[in-house]
């Protein structure tokens, strides 16, 4: 796997471009410790660290989410946060053991703006020049890992890695090739990719709608489980 993803905010300008931090030939040890001083796009002034991937080196499986929240800012690891709960009980009915997978986020700083009363700190979705700048801390983490399968959790991780016209609603749970990491536009990386909802999108459904939420998110997960099987 190489060191760029196609698609999407690959044309980003020199603000927003974080290859320059990416040490070349690097493992997973010391790609973290680099991230940490990731200047790649404007959203580390805000936040309080990198927050980079966590897992086995040896995973089969790769889970990619969107950012890290609230929590996972404030304690440097992926998903500890609610949503990490909901995808910690979803991967254990999927037949997914946690600790055989590597889970990270497409961009790896917190996004968020103010409330205008108190401390609190309101998510922001990162846009397409952000996502495109943090592309090759990802694509780095995947050439190292290799990962039979890739598991893109919500329009963010979608758009990461199959470009800005992914619509997970249109592929969800649907086993797909993972696209080329090199910038082959007609290339495959190896491996496959399965895309479902972010597990915040749970959180977020009202109580009617919940049950049904959590259970695709299950159905997909058991799509990659197969895979793996």
Known sequence: ???????????????????PFVPSGAGLDALREAAAG???CPLFREATQTVFGAGEPSARVVLVGEQPGDQEDRRGRPFVGPAGGVLMRALDESGIDPAD???????????????????????????????????????????????????????????????????????????????????DEDGEGGGLLVATIHPSAVLRSDAAAREEAYAGL???LRVAARLLG
């Open 218 to 220: 299950v159905s997909d």
């Open 1 to 19: 796997m190489g060191d760029s993803v196609r698609g999407g905010a690959r044309g980003t300008d020199s603000a927003y471009d974080a290859s």
């Open 101 to 183: 997978a590597y889970i990270t986020n497409a961009v790896k700083h917190f996004k968020f703006e103010q409330a205008a009363r108190g401390k609190r700190r309101i998510h922001k979705a990162p846009g397409l020049r952000e996502i495109g700048a943090c592309r090759p801390w990802l694509a780095a983490e995947l050439r190292l890992l290799d990962p039979e399968v890739v598991v893109a959790l919500g329009a963010t991780a979608g758009k990461s890695l199959m470009g800005s016209s992914f619509r997970v609603s249109h592929e969800q749970g649907v086993a797909l090739p993972l696209p080329s990491l090199n910038g």
């Open 38 to 40: 990731c200047r790649g």
